[in-house]
C-alpha cells in the first residue's frame, strides 16, 4: 500500500513535467494550450488521490454505507475544472485573433515579426 | 487489490498518451490524444470514488474542450512547425523540477490513510450533518451550493466574465466587415 | 453534413435523450451524483451536437443568439438574486434558513434556485463560446 501511494505521486509528477514541457519546449500556441490542460489535470489527480479510502464509497451518504471518500477535494476540483476550460476558451479566441493579425501561430515567427515592426 | 490495479493501469496509460501528445505534430491527432486523455482521467476518477468529478471532467475535458480545440484548429491550421531549438535546456528543466517535487511528495499523507490530517477537522461535521442540515443526501452538492457557497458564486462568474471576454474578442462589428470585404 | 442519413437519424434519437438527461442529471444532483455544471455541459452539447449535424444556421434558429446571450448574465443574476433574497427576507446574504418556513426547507430551495443559476449560465457560455468559433471564418452571411 505505502508503494502504491507512492506510485500514485509519482505518475501524477510525470503528468505534470509532461505538461510543463510541452509548455515551455513546444512553440505552436495551439500545443501549449493542450499542455497547459495535461498541466491542469495532473494537479486534479494530485488532489484528489490523497481523499480516496480504500472500502469507502462516494460521498453520497445512503444506508448500509458507513466510509465515504473526502469530498472537499471534489468540492474544489469541480471549480477547478471548470474554471480550467473557461481559461482554454480565452486562450483560444487569443490565438484566433493573433492568427488573423499576423498570419502564424508558431512562437519562433511571432517573436521575429514583432522584432522587425519595432 | 483489483481496485489499486485498475488506477494504476490508467495513470500508466494517461503517461503514455502525455508523451505521444508532446511528440505528434499533427495537431488534429494531438486534440484527438487530449479527448483520449480526457476520457482516461474520468475513468480514473470514478475509480476513485470521485462521481461527480468524473462527470464533469467527461463533459467537460473531452466534450466541450475538443469542440473548441476543433473549431480553432479550423480557424489556425492543423499542422506544427518543426522544433526549433534544443530540447535538451527545457528537459534537463523538466527533470529537475520533477526530481525537487518528488523530493516533497515524502512529506504528503499516505494513500488511503484514515489518520490523515484531511480527513480530520471539517469533513466529519460536513459528512454527519450536512445531510440532516440540508435535506441533500450528496454532501458534494450541500457543500458546493450551501456551505461552501460563495465559492460557487465566484466560480460563476468567472465563466460569465471567461464568456463575455470570448464574445469581446470574437465578435464581428457589421460595419467592419462590410469595409473589409474585398 | 446533412446530407448524411445515419448523422441524420441517429442525431434526431439521440439529441432529446440527451436534453432529457441533463434535466435528469440537473433535478437529481441532489440524490445522485450530478448539479448544475454537468447538466449545463451536457445541455450545450445537446445542442452543439445539433448544430455540427444540420448546420450553423438550424442551430441558430432553434436557439437563437439572443437567447443565449441573455442566458449567459441571467445565470449570474438568478444567484445573485437568491443572495439578495435572503437579504430580503431578514437574514444574511446568500442566508438559506429565511427562504421558508423551516430552515431545512429552506435550505433546499436555496439549493435548487443556485444549481439552476449555475447551469444557466454554463449552457450560454459554452453555447455561446460554440457559435462564436463556428460562425468566424464564414462571416457574417447567415
Request: aromatic fraction near 10%; charged fraction near 15%; glycine fraction near 12%.
Amino acid at each position: 500500500m505505502a508503494f502504491f501511494g507512492h506510485f500514485t505521486y509519482w505518475a501524477t509528477i510525470f503528468l505534470l513535467m509532461a505538461g510543463l514541457y510541452i509548455v515551455i519546449a513546444r512553440g505552436n500556441l495551439v500545443k501549449k494550450l493542450v499542455g497547459l490542460g495535461i498541466f491542469q489535470t495532473s494537479v486534479y489527480m494530485l488532489y484528489i488521490a490523497p481523499g480516496k479510502l480504500i472500502g469507502g464509497t462516494a460521498p453520497v451518504v445512503g444506508p448500509g454505507f458507513t466510509v465515504y471518500s473526502n469530498p472537499l477535494p471534489h468540492v474544489l476540483i469541480l471549480t477547478a475544472i471548470v474554471v480550467g476550460v473557461a481559461t482554454l476558451a480565452l486562450g483560444l479566441a487569443i490565438v484566433v485573433r493573433i492568427r488573423e493579425a499576423y498570419g502564424t501561430v508558431e512562437e519562433d515567427e511571432l517573436l521575429e515579426a514583432d522584432v522587425k515592426d519595432d | 487489490m483489483i481496485e489499486t490495479s485498475a488506477i494504476a493501469a490508467l495513470l500508466v496509460l494517461m503517461a503514455a498518451v502525455a508523451v505521444a501528445i508532446a511528440r505528434s505534430r499533427n495537431l488534429f491527432g494531438v486534440v484527438v490524444l487530449a479527448g483520449a486523455y480526457s476520457f482516461l482521467m474520468a475513468t480514473a476518477l470514478a475509480a476513485l470514488d470521485a462521481a461527480d468529478v468524473a462527470m464533469t471532467e467527461a463533459a467537460v475535458g473531452a466534450g466541450i474542450s475538443t469542440v473548441l480545440l476543433l473549431g480553432a484548429l479550423h480557424l489556425v491550421g492543423s499542422l506544427e512547425a518543426k522544433p526549433a531549438h534544443n530540447p535538451a535546456v527545457p528537459l534537463v528543466v523538466v527533470i529537475v523540477t520533477g526530481l525537487l517535487v518528488v523530493y516533497g511528495t515524502y512529506g504528503l499523507p499516505a494513500f488511503s490513510d484514515p489518520q490523515a490530517p484531511i480527513h480530520r477537522h471539517v469533513v466529519p461535521r460536513y459528512l454527519e450533518d450536512g445531510p440532516r442540515e440540508t435535506g441533500v443526501p450528496n454532501v458534494v452538492t450541500a457543500v458546493l451550493a450551501s456551505y461552501r457557497g460563495y465559492d460557487t458564486l465566484g466560480e460563476t462568474t468567472v465563466v460569465f466574465t471567461a464568456g463575455v471576454g470570448v464574445i469581446a474578442l470574437l465578435r464581428r462589428r457589421r460595419q467592419q466587415d462590410r469595409e473589409n470585404r474585398p | 453534413m446533412k446530407k448524411d442519413i445515419v448523422l441524420r437519424v441517429v442525431g434526431k434519437i439521440l439529441i432529446p435523450f440527451a436534453l432529457m438527461f441533463a434535466l435528469y442529471v440537473q433535478f437529481h444532483g441532489d440524490f445522485g451524483p450530478g448539479g448544475g455544471f454537468q447538466a449545463g455541459v451536457v445541455l450545450a452539447a445537446a445542442v452543439i451536437f445539433y448544430g455540427v449535424i444540420f448546420g450553423l444556421a438550424a442551430a441558430r434558429r432553434a436557439v437563437p443568439e439572443a437567447l443565449v446571450e441573455s442566458m449567459v448574465a441571467l445565470g449570474v443574476l438568478i444567484y445573485a438574486g437568491v443572495g439578495v433574497a435572503g437579504l430580503v427576507l431578514g437574514g444574511n446574504y446568500l442566508d438559506y434558513f429565511v427562504l421558508d418556513h423551516d430552515p431545512a426547507h429552506g435550505q433546499h430551495r436555496g439549493i435548487f434556485w443556485v444549481e439552476v443559476g449555475v447551469a444557466v449560465t454554463v449552457s450560454g457560455v459554452m453555447l455561446k463560446i460554440f457559435y462564436l468559433f463556428a460562425g468566424r471564418g464564414r462571416g457574417l452571411e447567415e
